[in-house]
């Protein structure tokens, strides 16, 4: 039975963050429309509230174009492979009803966020072109310059914080926000899952200007319509992951998704408002800044835990 619940559990989960994607899209569609000072679209429905339904299953209906030279296998596999290492993401959520839930969140979030450059290359890679190729390639490199600092930044937080738990996170932000703690770690992360997102200005792994849109080019039909619901369900996750950390993470607040939704307001507002970054701009931020002060950091903070242990 509790397998069984378990898994009602995550099939309505699963059901609700497909329905948050579709209207996360049609949400964008309406700020870029009145960012350029356009109607966004508005005849499908009421408002355009039905477009995104009607766009899935147009994409779902397309004809699946396969390639002669493709590796057959992992072509078909890496965009559900992708889909799923986002979909793992939700598994951390702390809900009062997750039955698995444990108490490593933070080292788990990590790992998925190290194994899903794998599916991306392996979307480049499979299709046998040099395009697309090109476009996993500045994926994999991207990946190793920010995650790096990434992953010192959590540390200097989770040594705070003193454990590795999301439920923590609300437990000590009782009677105050992290964000006024960490007021420089919250941009320095804010700003890394920008460039983990692949959006705009960051987008260097979809780049339609020099790459005609990069590592899924050769993708079509309901295979493109995987990777482009795992890049907004990721956009989504990255929302809830930063409210939680930084912003009180009361899950079950009308507040907690007023801040989400404000947060991916953010994500799509930087959309439309700057051009792309360059990407040995890119590389020198990676290294020369964010590395630098996310080292700083984590022994400010070990030398603060040191002297409140003494």
């Not at 986002?86 to 698995?100: A, R």
């Not at 390639?137 to 590795?164: K, N, P």
């Amino acid at each position: 039975m509790d397998l069984f619940l378990e898994l009602i559990n995550y099939l309505v989960m699963i059901m609700f963050m497909f329905i948050i994607v579709a209207f996360l899209t049609l949400f964008e569609r309406k700020i870029l429309g009145y960012i350029h000072i356009r109607k966004g679209c508005n005849k499908v429905g009421f408002m355009g509230i039905i477009q995104p339904f009607s766009d899935g299953m147009k994409l779902l209906c397309k004809e699946l174009l396969m390639l002669n030279i493709s590796n057959y296998l992992i072509y078909l596999y890496s965009p559900l492979m992708n889909l799923f290492m986002v979909m793992l993401f939700w598994s951390m959520i702390p809900y009062n009803n997750m039955m698995d839930y444990f108490n490593l969140s933070f080292l788990f979030m990590l790992c998925c966020l190290g194994m899903n450059v794998y599916s991306v290359m392996m979307i480049g890679w499979s299709s046998n072109s040099k395009f697309s190729f090109l476009g996993s390639i500045r994926v994999i490199a991207q990946m190793i310059s920010y995650e790096v600092s990434l992953m010192i930044f959590l540390l200097s937080f989770m040594g705070i914080l003193g454990s590795y738990s999301l439920i923590d996170l609300e437990k000590n932000q009782i009677y105050m926000w992290f964000i006024m703690m960490f007021m420089l770690i919250f941009f320095m992360i804010l700003l890394i899952l920008l460039i983990e997102s692949n959006r705009i200005p960051y987008d260097f792994s979809e780049g339609e200007s020099e790459l005609v849109s990069g590592f899924n080019i050769d993708y079509s039909g309901g295979l493109f319509a995987l990777i482009f619901i795992a890049e907004y369900m990721s956009i989504i996750f990255m929302s809830f992951i930063i409210e939680l950390m930084f912003f009180g993470g009361k899950i079950y607040s009308l507040l907690f998704y007023i801040l989400v939704m404000l947060l991916m307001f953010m994500f799509l507002w930087v959309r439309g408002s700057l051009p792309r970054y360059r990407y040995d701009k890119l590389m020198e931020l990676a290294w020369k800044i964010f590395l630098p002060i996310s080292l700083m950091f984590l022994l400010y903070y070990f030398f603060f835990v040191m002297l409140i242990i003494t």
